[in-house]
């Protein structure tokens, strides 16, 4: 059995399918989806219906993302911040305006079952953003940081690949792992458009909701197979590009 990664997807359906339909998935192999499903281009609602159905065939873990937890106090609870609304929030707003009751509890129910972090049998951890506590994400004191932290990869960009993890002053939270793999904050700010690993922290936000692509990550060999830029994909609308 393998293990994939995706990362962001932001709304982003068509990039999602193009990626997966590239990527050499076994339906015993494991995809772990980093969270942000909602939240830019305009297929949020059909995103969640895609992967309901995914479920049924293929080995699947989902995480929650930032955006993933403000879609679903507004589904919930009819809570819409204006920063919200901003980064993504309005168009989704938009989207479930035309979804039935039935669809959105459906939603809901799938967004309230996400899992906050996974540590797989080989130490490796899968998480939204990242985490703070020394002794790693089951010890902070708000369960909510592993899903908008930006230190851990901060951090990691920081040391780059030349600090031995023997090193005294390799961070003791990136030592808590042999891999950490997250989303949440694009590569493209670094200039990147493809994975990127720091330390041992591999990111695999790659921009879909922006300019980039949306990507899919195989763990053990860090193979990885891309959709086209998503804009391109939705050219008459903006993401979240402003």
């Known amino acids: 059995m393998k ?20 990527a050499p998935i076994e339906p015993t192999d494991l995809v772990v989806f980093l969270g942000d499903y909602l939240d830019g281009w305009s297929d949020g609602p059909q995103t ?56 959105i509890q459906k939603h809901i129910a799938f967004l309230t079952q996400l899992d906050n972090y996974y540590q797989d049998s080989e130490n490796r951890l899968f998480v939204h953003a990242g985490f703070t506590h020394q002794e ?63 330390a041992n922290v591999w990111n695999i936000d790659t921009g879909a909701a922006f300019q980039g692509p949306l990507s899919i990550l195989e763990v053990s060999s860090k193979a990885f197979w891309q959709s086209a830029p998503l804009h391109c994909l939705y050219p008459n609308e903006s993401g979240r590009n402003k």
């Open 136 to 198: 790693g994400p089951k010890n902070e004191f708000y369960a909510h940081t592993v899903y908008w932290d930006r230190t851990l990869w901060e951090l990691a960009c920081a040391i780059g690949q030349g600090l031995s993890k023997e090193a005294w002053n390799y961070p003791k939270r990136l030592s808590l792992f042999e891999e950490i793999f997250i989303g949440h904050t694009p590569v493209t700010r670094i200039n990147r458009s493809t994975p990127t690993q720091c």
């Open 48 to 103: 969640i219906d895609f992967l309901l159905a995914l479920q049924e065939r293929q080995k699947c873990l989902f995480l929650c993302g930032n955006h993933d937890e403000l879609c679903l106090n507004y589904l919930k609870n009819g809570v819409a911040p204006e920063l919200w609304l901003a980064h993504g929030g309005a168009g989704t707003q938009s989207a479930y305006q035309r979804v039935s009751q039935a669809t």
């Open 3 to 22: 293990t994939f990664v995706v990362g962001d997807i932001h709304g982003g359906l068509a990039g999602l399918e193009q990626a997966l339909a590239k």
